[in-house]
């Protein structure tokens, strides 16, 4: 474990970043005294894009319009 101040951070930033990916774990002292911790965070997966016929039929729904239009009047 690695404990640094931010301007030691600052310094060596690349460096860092790369030994907190490769799993090491990375602390820094903020100037009150406050300790953050440096993780790695995994990729969000891509969200795949919706066809024009799944995005019309979502419309076809019922019960999704009549709680659009109450939450429409909510807000009027």
């Not at 019922?62 to 009047?73: I, L, T, V």
Request: proline fraction near 5%; glycine fraction near 2%.
């Amino acid at each position: 474990m690695k404990l640094l101040s931010i301007a030691e951070a600052q310094k060596h930033l690349a460096a860092i970043c790369d030994a907190a990916v490769a799993g090491e774990v990375i602390r820094l002292r903020l100037a009150n005294g406050a300790l953050l911790e440096l993780t790695r965070v995994s990729e969000i997966p891509p969200v795949p894009a919706l066809s024009d016929q799944q995005l019309e039929a979502c419309y076809d729904d019922p019960d999704w319009a009549a709680f659009e239009n109450r939450c429409a009047k909510a807000n009027d």
